[in-house]
């Protein structure tokens, strides 16, 4: 039985943007053509373009695609850190390295002049700053840390402070995106005393949600 042409054009798009975050991985996008994308995908070039419109627009999905996963592959050693301190200085550092955020900075780079690509960007953002969210949330129960504002909030300072210092360090500004204080933007801390004792006298009826 043949496959149903959705699910082949699913796949066919889902091996072209895999093949592209290979190759965008391992050179500039420059450097790496559309017939060369669409024959590691085994497809057609003119594939490229039926897909997503144009070059560009696949490297922005890969770009955001690569950022998403090396984003998930931090999780694990912000996990690992026994501190606060040691929690905002190992994402911060991290993050900071992540091959992925230069490559997702070029992508945004892209969208500025192609207000059709905005969107995807957008849409691959909120869906970064709500990884982020959930993950940090997760390891402030794990915990029992607390920060300074909302979790929606910390997250998405967090992650632009990361692509804004990787930004200016692409601008040529005299200096590395590891100048700029990342952990410091992160407001990740242990419970006060006072905040301990608060908690443990609050009643059930004051812990429940209204």
């Not at 149903?4 to 975050?21: D, H, K, M, N, Y």
């Amino acid at each position: 039985m043949s496959e149903p042409p959705r699910s082949r054009g699913r796949r066919t798009r889902a091996q072209l943007l895999e093949q592209a975050v290979a190759l965008f991985a391992e050179r500039d996008s420059g450097s790496v053509s559309v017939a060369e994308i669409a024959a590691a995908a085994g497809a057609h070039p003119n594939q490229v373009t039926y897909y997503f419109g144009s070059k560009d627009a696949l490297f922005v999905h890969a770009a955001f695609l690569m950022l998403l996963r090396d984003a998930e592959r931090l999780e694990p050693i912000g996990r690992r850190q026994r501190t606060p301190k040691a929690f905002r200085e190992a994402m911060a550092r991290t993050a900071l390295a992540l091959p992925a955020v230069p490559i997702a900075v070029q992508a945004m780079s892209i969208t500025r002049h192609r207000p059709e690509l905005r969107p995807v960007a957008q849409h691959d953002l909120a869906l970064l700053f709500r990884q982020a969210q959930r993950y940090l949330t997760a390891v402030l129960e794990r915990h029992d840390w607390v920060i300074d504002r909302p979790a929606e909030t910390e997250a998405r300072t967090f992650w632009s402070a990361v692509l804004g210092a990787r930004l200016i360090s692409e601008s040529g500004f005299g200096g590395r995106s590891s100048d700029v204080d990342l952990a410091g933007v992160l407001t990740v801390r242990a419970r006060s005393a006072h905040e301990r004792a608060t908690r443990s006298t609050r009643s059930p009826a004051d812990a429940a949600p209204p």
